[in-house]
């Protein structure tokens, strides 16, 4: 409780309402539904996890929560604000870093800050961004002297140089062996209460979802709806052994038709 008191003191992420949204595809003249009223809110400083089948539409609601396209009914609010497009207090983290090979890692972190044209007036978020993912005897290497969780580092550094109210986590893990992708979890969560962002991850990783979020959405296949919110209460840090974190795997797992794989 006392963790958990400190972090909301912390909190200087956006809150997030996601209203009655719908959305849908126009594919050679046929109609792709992947969203079917979805509804729920995420308090300024949370860390929502989203589960649900491949294809399901999780990905698409990081878009639509980004700004990236508008959803086709209901409304996606920051701040009690409809969110119509992309804004620099929201930003994505995909599963490739997407760094320039020809920039160095400081270079590269600075991109965000060069894009929305604060470059000057806050180039010191760069140094302070580095430093945060651990990779300040790393700043002048090149992206093909870095390994994959590095690259992810450096990913997750160019996100937090601009200060983002809201940090759209696109299965950031997903291409990182076991190990790596393990210690790269842990950093998450310690990213997220140092910093308190208000923090949405999609994951296809139960064991991820549930060592990192305070809460789990659970969708159903596409058109996705919710058909559960799961809180997760457990303290940092997590560990998968845990009985009661074990029980909610279970629970995931029968939500998503797999009880029998337990």
């Given at each position: 409780m006392v963790a958990r008191a400190r972090d909301a003191a912390l909190a200087t992420g956006s809150a997030i309402d996601i209203v009655g949204v719908s959305h849908h595809f126009?594919?050679?003249?046929?109609?792709?539904?992947?969203?079917?009223?979805?509804?729920?809110?995420v308090d300024p400083g949370g860390f929502v996890a989203l589960l649900g089948p491949s294809g399901c539409g999780k990905s698409t609601l990081l878009r639509l929560v980004a700004g990236l396209e508008p959803p086709r009914s209901g409304v996606i609010r920051e701040n009690g604000v409809v969110v119509t497009a992309p804004g620099p207090s929201r930003v994505v983290v995909f599963q490739d870093p997407t760094l320039y090979p020809w920039r160095t890692v400081w270079r590269n972190v600075a991109l965000g800050l060069e894009a929305q044209g604060r470059f000057k007036a806050r180039r010191h978020r760069v140094d302070a961004a580095i430093d945060l993912v651990g990779l300040s005897a790393f700043r002048?290497?090149?992206?093909?002297?870095?390994?994959?969780?590095?690259?992810?580092?450096?990913?997750?550094?160019?996100a937090l140089a601009v200060d983002p109210k809201v940090l759209i986590l696109d299965e950031p893990l997903?291409?990182?062996?076991?190990?790596?992708?393990?210690?790269?979890?842990?950093?998450?969560?310690?990213?997220?209460?140092?910093?308190?962002?208000?923090?949405?991850?999609?994951?296809?990783?139960?064991?991820?979802?549930?060592?990192?979020?305070?809460?789990?959405?659970?969708?159903?296949?596409?058109?996705?709806?919710?058909?559960?919110?799961?809180?997760?209460?457990?303290?940092?840090?997590?560990?998968?052994?845990?009985?009661?974190?074990?029980?909610?795997?279970?629970?995931?797992?029968g939500l998503l038709g797999l009880e029998a794989v337990w």
């Open positions: 126009d594919i050679d003249g046929s109609t792709l539904s992947v969203l079917d009223d979805i509804a729920f809110g002048d290497a090149y992206p093909h002297q870095l390994s994959g969780g590095m690259a992810q580092r450096a990913a997750l550094a160019r997903g291409k990182l062996d076991e190990l790596t992708r393990i210690t790269m979890q842990a950093e998450l969560v310690s990213l997220w209460r140092r910093t308190g962002v208000t923090t949405l991850l999609v994951t296809h990783d139960i064991e991820e979802a549930l060592s990192l979020a305070t809460r789990v959405i659970v969708f159903s296949a596409r058109p996705a709806r919710v058909v559960a919110d799961l809180r997760v209460d457990a303290p940092y840090p997590r560990h998968r052994g845990d009985p009661d974190l074990a029980d909610l795997r279970h629970r995931v797992l």
